[in-house]
């Protein structure tokens, strides 16, 4: 490899300047065709219309009888039965002037009738039943094509295909569907301090965490990890490493990313004509943060610290990827909460603070989880947002209100709302 230097960037830029730079490098991946049990969490790649009606006739919200209103316009009424409908057979026999069909849930109305009586409302007779409540025209019909009829839209392209929407595919008849293809995400970690979590010695070597958070946190989202392990701090092994990641559609590397004379990241995507498109943001955690694009794929270099790694991940890379699963919607939900302790920082920098949310007199109320730095992955664990602290605060006292992002709720919004 040749060890050129790169001279590190001294401009940092701002964190929304950096979400727009890297989702302009977001596009939507090309479609494939999956059947009904295979595209639950998908994301449509077409505009699917109903082409059937639903119900497919008038039939029966109750079980009991289908009769004709005038007939039971006063009771109590004496009617002949002349057919039982079980739900999912058509009558052959209408009812005519002083008859009754006994029916079930579902089942088709009758020709001839145009109501149905509830069983509560009626009294068995021999060959027939008796009537103790009168009925409109159309009391508990469902009318043919109340749900929907042909033409009617079902849903666009860009939709997410949660579980209600899965089921209207299966009843207007589809057995597959075309949906935005799953990015397959190489991960990878470089440090020599690094190890997996089955040879943790005591021997000063800590474990690679973000492996294992960054491909939860795919998995989360239906990206497909590639785990490429964990590379020593030398270029030529880096480089090896990286040429495997390009294979995969968008790669994520940690560590490596900072000033020191032992990182290499950027160094090794120069060589392989990556162009580093921005690094360094002014946020903290996650401030050291290369994005490159190589062979047309997005590579993020993210921050060795565990914290610094999730919150990144969380502004940038988790957008990005569900951009290009076709999600038109692909930040997490933000509300306002009040902080509930004084939080003081240097001005210059966004903060993310990990915070645990509490609701009280209609109003959700923010503690932070304990020590904020980026190391401290405990912090994480308890957080259910991220309390968003403007780059030029110095300070914010307890009992004012702050933009908190939802990081437990998997809802999207179009803008992020910060």
Same mark, same amino acid.
């Not at 065709?33 to 295979?38: A, R």
């Given at each position: 490899?040749?060890?050129?230097?790169?001279?590190?960037?001294?401009?940092?830029?701002?964190?929304?300047?950096? +979400?727009?730079?890297?989702?302009?490098?977001?596009?939507?991946?090309?479609?494939?065709?999956?059947?009904?049990?295979?595209?639950?969490?998908?994301?449509?790649?077409?505009?699917?219309?109903?082409?059937?009606?639903?119900?497919?006739?008038?039939?029966?919200?109750?079980?009991?009888?289908?009769?004709?209103?005038? =007939?039971?316009?006063?009771?109590?009424?004496?009617?002949? &039965?002349?057919?039982?409908?079980?739900?999912?057979?058509?009558?052959?026999?209408?009812?005519? *002037?002083?008859?009754?069909?006994?029916?079930?849930?579902?089942?088709?109305?009758?020709?001839?009738?145009?109501?149905? &009586?509830?069983?509560?409302?009626?009294?068995?007779?021999?060959?027939?039943?008796?009537?103790?409540?009168?009925?409109? !025209?159309?009391?508990?019909?469902?009318?043919?094509?109340?749900?929907?009829?042909?033409?009617?839209?079902?849903?666009?392209?860009?939709? *997410?295909?949660?579980?209600?929407?899965?089921?209207?595919?299966?009843?207007?008849? +589809?057995?597959?569907?075309?949906?935005?293809?799953?990015?397959?995400?190489?991960?990878?970690?470089?440090?020599?301090?690094?190890?997996?979590?089955?040879?943790?010695?005591?021997?000063?070597?800590?474990?690679?965490?973000?492996?294992?958070?960054?491909?939860?946190?795919?998995?989360?989202?239906? *990206?497909?990890?590639?785990?490429?392990?964990?590379? !020593?701090?030398?270029? =030529?092994?880096?480089? =090896?490493?990286?040429?495997?990641?390009?294979?995969?559609?968008?790669?994520?590397?940690?560590?490596?990313?900072?000033?020191?004379?032992?990182?290499?990241?950027?160094?090794?995507?120069?060589?392989?004509?990556?162009?580093?498109?921005?690094? +360094?943001?002014?946020?903290?955690?996650?401030?050291?943060?290369?994005?490159?694009?190589?062979?047309?794929?997005?590579?993020?270099?993210?921050?060795?610290?565990?914290?610094?790694?999730?919150?990144?991940?969380?502004?940038?890379?988790?957008?990005?990827?569900?951009?290009?699963?076709?999600?038109?919607? &692909?930040?997490? !939900?933000?509300?306002?909460?009040?902080?509930?302790?004084?939080?003081?920082?240097?001005?210059?920098?966004?903060?993310?603070?990990?915070?645990?949310?509490?609701?009280?007199?209609?109003?959700?109320?923010?503690?932070?989880?304990?020590?904020?730095?980026?190391?401290?992955?405990?912090?994480? &664990?308890?957080?259910?947002?991220?309390?968003?602290?403007?780059?030029?605060?110095?300070?914010?006292?307890?009992?004012?209100?702050?933009?908190?992002?939802?990081?437990?709720?998997?809802?999207?919004?179009?803008?992020?709302?910060?």
């Amino acid at each position: 490899m040749t060890q050129a230097r790169i001279r590190p960037q001294r401009q940092s830029i701002t964190v929304s300047e950096a +979400r727009e730079l890297v989702l302009a490098s977001a596009h939507p991946l090309p479609s494939e065709t999956v059947g009904l049990t295979e595209c639950p969490g998908r994301v449509l790649a077409e505009d699917v219309a109903a082409d059937i009606s639903i119900p497919p006739a008038d039939n029966s919200a109750m079980d009991g009888f289908a009769v004709r209103a005038a =007939d039971v316009s006063e009771v109590p009424a004496e009617l002949r &039965v002349v057919d039982d409908l079980p739900a999912g057979r058509e009558s052959r026999k209408p009812v005519g *002037a002083g008859e009754a069909a006994r029916i079930m849930t579902g089942a088709a109305i009758p020709e001839g009738a145009d109501a149905v &009586v509830m069983i509560e409302d009626t009294e068995p007779l021999a060959g027939g039943v008796r009537i103790l409540a009168t009925a409109e !025209p159309g009391q508990h019909v469902r009318r043919a094509g109340s749900d929907v009829s042909p033409g009617t839209p079902i849903a666009s392209a860009g939709d *997410a295909l949660r579980p209600a929407l899965v089921g209207m595919l299966a009843a207007i008849g +589809r057995t597959a569907v075309r949906v935005r293809q799953r990015p397959t995400v190489a991960v990878l970690a470089t440090g020599d301090e690094l190890v997996e979590p089955d040879r943790l010695r005591d021997d000063g070597r800590i474990v690679s965490s973000n492996s294992y958070n960054l491909q939860a946190a795919l998995k989360e989202i239906g *990206a497909r990890p590639v785990y490429l392990g964990i590379s !020593p701090d030398e270029p =030529d092994r880096i480089e =090896d490493r990286f040429r495997q990641a390009l294979r995969c559609d968008v790669v994520i590397s940690t560590g490596g990313v900072s000033v020191g004379d032992r990182d290499w990241i950027k160094q090794v995507l120069a060589g392989l004509g990556g162009e580093m498109r921005l690094w +360094r943001v002014r946020m903290r955690p996650g401030a050291p943060l290369a994005f490159v694009v190589a062979e047309e794929r997005p590579v993020f270099g993210l921050p060795g610290n565990p914290v610094s790694t999730l919150v990144a991940f969380e502004q940038f890379v988790r957008p990005v990827l569900l951009r290009m699963m076709g999600h038109r919607r &692909v930040f997490r !939900p933000v509300a306002s909460a009040i902080l509930e302790r004084d939080y003081r920082k240097p001005a210059g920098r966004m903060h993310f603070v990990r915070v645990s949310l509490s609701e009280r007199d209609g109003r959700l109320h923010a503690t932070p989880t304990g020590d904020q730095a980026s190391n401290i992955l405990l912090s994480m &664990v308890r957080a259910d947002a991220l309390a968003i602290v403007d780059a030029e605060a110095t300070r914010v006292a307890a009992g004012t209100p702050v933009p908190v992002q939802l990081i437990l709720r998997d809802d999207l919004r179009e803008d992020p709302g910060f």
